[in-house]
Structures are given as C-alpha cells and as structure tokens.
C-alpha cells in the first residue's frame, strides 16, 4: 500500500541508480565499531573478533507471493524484510549486527514509494541496533522484489543448531502462537468486502494484536540475551517461520530424536482464541500450521528447568523422546496424533476448499 497523498509521482528516473541509493540511504548511521566500511564502496568491510563467529542469513519477498500492497504498508513491508532475516540470526543465539538490503522496482513506483519503504527499514535498523552495509538495486518488469541479508555474531560455544536436542530434553517455544496467520485472514477477509463495498469502514479494533503480528511481526532479539542471564545454553534452536509443527519436525529430523508436544501447553492470546470461534477455525491447528509468528522455538536440558520455569516469555510445551518413538501431538483428550508438516501453504488449500 503506498497512499500517495500529494500525488507525488517523482519517476526513479529523474534521480538514477546512484541518486537513488545515495537519497535512500544517506541517514544511514554507523553503530558497530565492527562495521569498517558500509555502504559507498565496492563491498563493505567486516572486523572479524576473537573467539566469536559470524551468522549470515538472506530472505526475499516478492510481490504477489509473500505480500500484497493492497493492505501491507511499503513502510511495513521494509520492516518485516529486516524482521525475518533478524529472526533467523536470532534463532542461532547470536546477535544481530549488520544486513544488506537489494531491491528490484518495477516503473510502477515513483521514489516517494522507495521512500517509504526504506522508512521501514531504517526504524528497523535504529530499534535493532543494526548497521545498513550495502546492497544492491535493480529494476524489474513487474513487482517489487526486496531481498535482506542478515549478519550476526556469536561466541562459538554459544551458536545453537537445529541439530542438538537430545531425549529428554523440554520444548520451549517464545511468546504466543497462530496471530500472524488469523491477522491475515482477517485482512484477506476486509479487502473482499472492500471490493464490495469500497465505502465500508473495517473495523479492526477486536482484532488489533492479530492485524499487528501479521503487518509489523517484532524478531525475538530479546531472546540470547535472556537466555545468557538465566545461564541457559539451548540445545537446539529455529526460528518459527512456517507453523510451530513443521519448525518442530525440522528440530527432531536434524536432531534424530522424536518428541512428545502437548495440545493443552501450545501458547495462545485470547483473540486468537476468541476469533478462531468466531471463523469456525481449531486454534489448535492454526498454532501448528499457520506461520509467520516469528517465535524461537528451542530445547533445553530437564536440569535448567528451574531456570526457565515460570518466565513470561517461555512456555515449556512438551518434551524430547527417542526418534523411533515419532513426533507426536498429545490431545486434551489425551489422544496420540502424528505430527505432520503443514505449513500455511497447506492450510489456505483446504480453505479453498
Ligand atoms: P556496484 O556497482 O559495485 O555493485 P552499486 O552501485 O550497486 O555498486 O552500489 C554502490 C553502493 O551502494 C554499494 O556500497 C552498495 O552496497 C550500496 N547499495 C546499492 N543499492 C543499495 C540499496 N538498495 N540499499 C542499500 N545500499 C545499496
Ligand atoms: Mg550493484
């Protein structure tokens, strides 16, 4: 969405590439002393530190595919591109420091669209405390392609992989689960009735926390920090991207372990429980299949237990098991389900009937 107030319809043109990035990117700070050269040359220059070892991650979004400008903010769309990329440097327990960010633009979009978008990124950068080093810009024939890639540190001892749960081991999940995917159908459903009737006034209010995780998701940075207070190294760590079902399975297949999940642990804010009554969905299946959260999910030893046990952020939802024993979901009515990888992808199908 790019509401063009003023008309402004300044043609990319008129400034050039180089223009353009220079505009875009001039108020860019420098906040690491790690970061020796960022943007301005033919690459930017990292201070590689002792003892410590750097994460890279890269996400694209592509117009039509992961997001629809008729409800999502160019301003929005910035942050959530920082935001994903974040979200997997945090999910290695290591500390988010610089992204690079690329974008394709069609003719379609005039720079005062650019503008916004990189308004996004910069609050991003600012809240994050993350150096903007460099990047690159194209156009494209059709829609707007942004692609982030994102470095972070760690002390090698403190990286955590996918691959290290071990039996026993608790399942401990971030935050709440299954908003971001109710936010967007809450969206899809408004710009149905907008078409109908472009007159109508939605009204979001009842479900303002859900339309917020899907249009501005935060990345959990918070996170390694808390753990290195509380003295607990994780066993295994993912950021929760496609569903908490599939991130789990992810976890057990790279660990070779299996585990127990409890239906009645799973996480959940009263309006995603209030609005999955109200569109006839199973907040169950919506915290196990839709995505977009940008929780951590991770495993920790039964000894930190008392570590962990009882902190507002954490909830313990189940446990490590041997791999021959499965992955499996355990019902409120104490039934054994096989847990299968669907992620959001898979929910819209049967939506569509
Ligand atoms: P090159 O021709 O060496 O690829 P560019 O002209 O593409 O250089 O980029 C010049 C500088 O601007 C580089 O530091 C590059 O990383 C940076 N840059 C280019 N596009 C972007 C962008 N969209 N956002 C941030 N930095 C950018
Ligand atoms: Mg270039």
Request: aromatic share 6%.
């Amino acid at each position: 969405m790019f509401e063009n107030k003023d008309n402004a319809t300044t043609p990319i043109s008129a400034l050039g590439e180089f223009g353009l990035i220079d505009h875009l990117t001039k108020h860019f700070k420098i906040q690491h002393t790690t970061t020796v050269k960022g943007i301005g040359d033919d690459a930017a220059v990292i201070a590689a530190e002792k003892n410590t070892q750097l994460v890279v991650t890269t996400d694209m979004l592509v117009e039509g595919v992961h997001f629809d400008l008729s409800y999502m903010p160019l301003k929005h769309l910035g942050y959530k591109a920082v935001m994903v990329n974040l979200s997997d440097v945090y999910a290695m327990n290591a500390t988010a420091k610089q992204i690079t960010v690329s974008v394709a633009i069609s003719n379609r979009f005039p720079v005062e669209a650019m503008e916004e978008l990189y308004a996004g990124i910069q609050t991003a950068a600012e809240l994050y405390k993350i150096d903007v080093i460099g990047g690159d810009t194209t156009s494209s024939t059709s829609g707007l392609i942004i692609s982030v890639t994102a470095l972070g540190e760690a002390e090698a001892k403190k990286i955590t992989y996918r691959s290290g749960a071990k039996e026993n081991d608790l399942l401990v999940v971030t935050g709440d689960l299954g908003a971001a995917y109710l936010g967007l159908q809450v969206l899809e459903r408004e710009k149905e009735v907008f078409k109908v009737n472009p007159n109508a006034q939605p009204d979001l209010e009842k479900y303002s926390y859900l339309v917020e995780r899907q249009l501005k998701p935060e990345a959990r940075r918070d996170i390694p920090g808390l753990l290195a207070e509380l003295e607990v190294q994780p066993t295994a760590m993912i950021d929760i991207s496609d569903g908490l079902s599939s991130e789990i399975i992810h976890i057990c297949k790279s660990s070779m372990v299996g585990c127990n999940l409890y239906e009645d642990k799973i996480p959940l804010d009263p309006q995603v429980i209030s609005t999955c009554e109200e569109f006839n969905m199973d907040s169950t299946t919506i915290a196990l299949s839709g995505g977009e959260d940008y929780e951590l999910l991770f495993t920790v030893a039964t000894e930190d237990f008392p570590k962990i046990k009882g902190n507002p952020h954490l909830s313990v939802i189940g446990h490590i098991t041997k791999e021959n024993e499965g992955m499996h979901l355990i019902t409120r009515a104490n039934t054994k389900i096989e847990l299968i990888a669907r992620g959001w992808n898979a929910l819209e199908d049967e939506a569509d009937g």
